[in-house]
């Protein structure tokens, strides 16, 4: 399984007394916790000695890595995580739909929808579980999109009113509904295009040529409707 670089808040703090961490080990841990997860343990049933038994580690090395089962967590979903996708030279529509569109890539790993949808699960009992996800995990594509869309609005294409929380949300929300909540694939870039031709029909300033009520340029077919 590929791991990407992980962001130092989601690996915890370095080992104490300048003792050199043991990639190889790092490795097993988060592997063995993804593995424990993904075969249906939850978040309440995982344990720190059910990962050091399976990692065939000590539960003292796992300590020295993450200081709690929330930390382990975040850092093994933020191993399966991608790097957000070069955006120099691009155009506001297509720097939007390579970022939705990193979405689909990410969320080709089934195992990955099943462990959001566990770590969704927890939500109502752990909270700060979730916000921290948000904070680290996909902190670095939440942050992009919000360069993006301000660019579009310093740059006069999209609306001085436009609330960028919420446009975020309108973007990666149609397709974390359809690869997390009803588990269906999304074969092509289409589905991305159609989700920012959309956003940007409602979201284009007047002077730009597609307000609201106006086509986009780009139509594709409507196999993969918005779910």
Same mark, same amino acid.
């Given at each position: 399984?590929?791991?990407?670089?992980?962001?130092?808040?989601?690996?915890?703090?370095?080992?104490?007394?300048?003792?050199?961490?043991?990639?190889?080990?790092?490795?097993?841990?988060?592997?063995?916790?993804?593995?424990?997860? =993904?075969?249906?343990?939850?978040?309440?049933?995982?344990?720190?000695?059910?990962?050091?038994?399976?990692?065939?580690?000590?539960?003292?090395?796992?300590?020295?890595?993450?200081?709690?089962?929330?930390?382990?967590?975040?850092?093994?979903?933020?191993?399966?995580?991608?790097?957000?996708?070069?955006?120099?030279?691009?155009?506001?529509?297509?720097?939007?739909?390579?970022?939705?569109?990193?979405?689909?890539?990410?969320?080709?790993?089934?195992?990955?929808?099943?462990?959001?949808?566990?770590?969704? =699960? &927890?939500?109502?009992?752990?909270?700060?579980?979730?916000?921290?996800? &948000?904070?680290?995990?996909?902190?670095?594509?939440?942050?992009?999109?919000?360069?993006?869309?301000?660019?579009?609005?310093?740059?006069?294409?999209?609306?001085?009113?436009?609330?960028?929380?919420?446009?975020?949300?309108?973007?990666?929300?149609?397709?974390?509904?359809?690869?997390?909540?009803?588990?269906?694939?999304?074969?092509?870039?289409?589905?991305?295009?159609?989700?920012?031709?959309?956003?940007?029909?409602?979201?284009?300033?007047?002077?730009?040529?597609? =307000?609201?009520?106006?086509?986009?340029?780009?139509?594709?077919?409507?196999? &993969?409707?918005?779910?």
């Amino acid at each position: 399984m590929p791991h990407a670089d992980l962001p130092a808040t989601a690996t915890g703090p370095e080992p104490r007394g300048g003792r050199r961490r043991d990639p190889a080990a790092d490795l097993a841990i988060l592997d063995s916790t993804l593995g424990l997860l =993904g075969e249906g343990c939850s978040f309440g049933d995982l344990s720190m000695d059910l990962v050091a038994q399976r990692a065939g580690v000590a539960r003292a090395t796992i300590y020295r890595r993450w200081r709690n089962k929330e930390e382990l967590v975040l850092a093994a979903l933020g191993s399966l995580d991608l790097p957000v996708p070069p955006l120099d030279g691009l155009g506001l529509r297509d720097r939007l739909v390579a970022l939705v569109d990193q979405l689909r890539h990410r969320g080709q790993d089934t195992n990955l929808h099943r462990l959001i949808g566990s770590l969704l =699960g &927890e939500a109502v009992r752990r909270p700060q579980l979730v916000e921290r996800f &948000e904070a680290t995990v996909v902190a670095a594509r939440h942050e992009a999109l919000l360069r993006v869309l301000r660019d579009g609005v310093d740059s006069g294409e999209l609306r001085a009113d436009l609330h960028l929380d919420d446009a975020i949300e309108m973007l990666t929300g149609p397709m974390a509904a359809r690869l997390i909540l009803r588990q269906r694939p999304v074969e092509s870039v289409a589905f991305a295009e159609r989700i920012v031709d959309t956003f940007l029909n409602g979201t284009r300033t007047a002077r730009t040529g597609t =307000g609201p009520g106006t086509t986009p340029e780009h139509r594709h077919p409507a196999e &993969e409707p918005l779910p």
